[in-house]
């Protein structure tokens, strides 16, 4: 038995239609739910369905390039200004605040915060879902806090991991779990929450504290 791997359609009218897929793929999950069928998404790229499967091998795979390209407009700008800010050798403290403020700012979004809610309930089938909104949302910014903290010789962070963790239940996981009842927390608040979130992180962490 032989078997064939599938190459995606490529130069720039491939990818003018493989866009067109990936934003009617988004606005149908979010009106539809994941059970709208690739049929509908075709007619509402205007391409026909054998070209999405040319350029998706499935709607799992269809529903994480979504994933993938929300989440890279929702946080792309500010992982590359924190990895741009941590390079120059600026203030962690600062750098920290700035870095939650564009989470909350991406993240909080309604689309986002839909595409979320859609990823929740699909997960246990799909556990793909779970896993690609992990990795390209704030556990992408896990490696480089890390080094950060790891290279700052006035913090002591023995388990780094339960670290980023605590830092992200502190400045992000509040906005999270309000989105779940539809509610959304006031801009003073939020900032209460980023910039006294930051400062009791790194007091924690500094080293002869407590």
């Not at 491939?14 to 009106?31: D, S």
């Not at 091998?57 to 390209?69: C, S």
């Not at 979320?116 to 480089?144: C, K, M, N, S, V």
Request: charged fraction near 25%.
């Amino acid at each position: 038995m032989t078997t064939t791997t599938r190459r995606a359609p490529s130069g720039e009218r491939a990818t003018r239609k493989r866009a067109a897929i990936v934003r009617a793929a988004h606005k149908l999950f979010l009106e539809q739910g994941f059970g709208t069928g690739m049929d509908h998404i075709a007619a509402e790229a205007g391409v026909s369905k054998v070209t999405v499967y040319n350029h998706f091998a499935g709607k799992e795979e269809l529903f994480i390039e979504v994933v993938n390209e929300a989440l890279e407009q929702a946080l792309g700008r500010t992982m590359h200004t924190m990895r741009e800010r941590l390079r120059t050798g600026e203030d962690l403290h600062d750098i920290l605040i700035a870095t939650a403020r564009g989470w909350v700012e991406g993240l909080a979004q309604p689309e986002v915060l839909a595409l979320r809610a859609l990823i929740t309930a699909e997960a246990r089938r799909f556990p793909e879902l779970g896993r690609a909104w992990r990795e390209q949302g704030p556990d992408r910014f896990a490696e480089p806090l890390a080094a950060a903290l790891g290279a700052r010789e006035d913090l002591r962070v023995p388990d780094m991991e339960l670290a980023i963790i605590q830092f992200y239940a502190l400045v992000l996981y509040p906005h999270i779990v309000h989105s779940a009842y539809g509610e959304r927390l006031d801009p003073r608040l939020t900032d209460d929450l980023i910039t006294s979130g930051v400062a009791m992180f790194l007091t924690y962490y500094r080293r002869g504290a407590g």
